[in-house]
């Protein structure tokens, strides 16, 4: 017993920790802003990254380290990756289909709207490269890392085996990435968007055991544009 309610408690500092650092990050978001008017096109994605890095990535490293966890622990192995990848497939499809729906038109493009990918591109090969790894890599796997790590901290507080579709883990991402983007001004829509996608990849590892298909899912379809 005495185990148990250790680790939730640890559970609950890494939860709080996590999220925290997350939302004092939006404080620093407008001078970061003006300290992108200085500099060169890669800099600022590579600027852009180590902040976004530092906010949703940095800090699951740590906890992970602290606690003596592996990526395997969050679903990061072999076991069930071709149910992982599968799933994601299906899910993207349908992700990107409900946009293309209520848009009129065809949204398929991974990451078409975002910034540090444009700003990659305006570097000009084969500086663009690099850019396109880093954004990638950051907001492809180590974002969609975040949403499985909060999700698992989650269940392990409220002592949840963190399986199914709605397990409580699943639901509490969906919902904070939901709130998160609307915060930082999307709106109704970014709300609906983001809770769809932070649903989507904390339910992958939920229901195959594997986390692979988050990230695939993440890159695939953050600020997803037109053909």
């Known amino acids: 017993m005495g185990t148990l309610t250790t680790?939730?408690?640890?559970?609950?500092?890494?939860?709080?920790?996590?999220?925290?650092?997350?939302?004092?990050?939006?404080l620093c978001i407008p001078a970061l802003t003006a300290v992108f008017r200085?500099?060169?096109?890669?800099?600022?994605?590579?600027?852009?990254?180590?902040?976004?890095?530092?906010?949703?990535?940095?800090v699951p490293l740590?906890?992970?380290?602290?606690?003596?966890?592996?990526?395997?622990?969050?679903?990061?192995?072999?076991?069930?990756?071709?149910?992982?990848?599968?799933?994601?497939?299906?899910?993207?499809?349908?992700?990107?289909?409900?946009?293309?729906?209520?848009?009129?038109?065809?949204?398929?493009?991974?990451?078409?709207?975002?910034?540090?990918?444009r700003i990659s591109f305006a570097a000009g090969f084969p500086l663009s490269l690099v850019g396109l790894v880093v954004v990638i890599a950051t907001w492809g796997f180590f974002e969609a890392f975040f949403g499985v790590f909060v999700a698992k901290k989650l269940n392990q507080v409220?002592?949840?085996?963190?399986?199914?579709?709605?397990?409580?883990?699943?639901?509490?991402?969906?919902?904070?990435?939901?709130?998160?983007?609307?915060?930082?001004?999307?709106g109704v829509a970014?709300?609906?968007?983001?809770?769809?996608?932070g649903y989507a990849i904390a339910v992958i590892p939920a229901v195959t055991a594997n986390a692979w298909g988050s990230s695939l899912f993440q890159t695939a379809t953050n600020a997803v544009g037109g053909l």
């Open 38 to 58: 200085h500099l060169s096109a890669l800099a600022a994605v590579l600027i852009l990254a180590a902040f976004q890095f530092a906010s949703e990535g940095l």
């Open 62 to 117: 740590i906890l992970m380290a602290i606690r003596g966890e592996r990526f395997s622990d969050y679903g990061f192995n072999w076991r069930n990756l071709g149910k992982s990848i599968a799933l994601a497939v299906c899910l993207v499809v349908a992700y990107d289909l409900a946009l293309s729906l209520h848009a009129a038109r065809w949204i398929w493009v991974p990451l078409r709207r975002h910034n540090a990918l």
């Open 158 to 186: 409220l002592g949840h085996v963190g399986n199914g579709w709605l397990a409580p883990g699943v639901w509490g991402f969906a919902l904070f990435n939901g709130f998160l983007h609307a915060a930082i001004g999307q």
């Open 7 to 26: 680790n939730r408690r640890e559970a609950a500092i890494d939860f709080g920790v996590a999220l925290g650092v997350v939302l004092v990050s939006l």
């Open 190 to 197: 970014g709300f609906l968007t983001s809770f769809a996608s």
